[in-house]
């Protein structure tokens, strides 16, 4: 089992920078994709971005060029630096990791953007 807890999440105004963390903890060797989802009221949850254990990264169109992922493998930490922060980027955001097959999520952390 993987544990994750996001941190990070709060009230910004358009245009504005947040920084998530997500720290995972118990099985943690062999993880593989450290991944960011999303998910806005009324809308399904969707991908924001994610980063291979070795450090290839990719990203939604809508947060490319906004949005940096980044991950610290010894201290079992992905970040989501998100800069120029939209209205529209307003949502739960979620943390997911794959471990030998197995998918895990976090509780997510709230991301409010007022325009």
């Known amino acids: 089992q993987v544990q994750l807890v996001e941190s990070g999440g709060g009230l910004v105004q358009a245009g504005g920078s947040l920084r998530l963390s997500c720290a995972a903890s118990?099985?943690?060797?062999?993880?593989?994709?450290m991944d960011w989802y999303r998910q806005a009221p009324g809308k399904q949850r969707e991908f924001v971005a994610r980063?291979?254990?070795?450090?290839?990264?990719n990203y939604a169109d809508s947060v490319k060029g906004r949005f940096t992922i980044s991950r610290d493998n010894a201290k079992n930490t992905v970040y989501l630096q998100m800069n120029s922060l939209k209205p529209e980027d307003t949502a739960v955001y979620y943390c997911?990791?794959?471990?030998?097959?197995?998918?895990?999520w976090g509780q997510g952390t709230q991301v409010t953007v007022s325009s």
């Open positions: 980063i291979t254990s070795g450090g290839t990264t």
């Open positions: 997911n990791v794959y471990r030998l097959g197995a998918s895990f």
């Open positions: 118990g099985s943690i060797n062999s993880i593989n994709l």
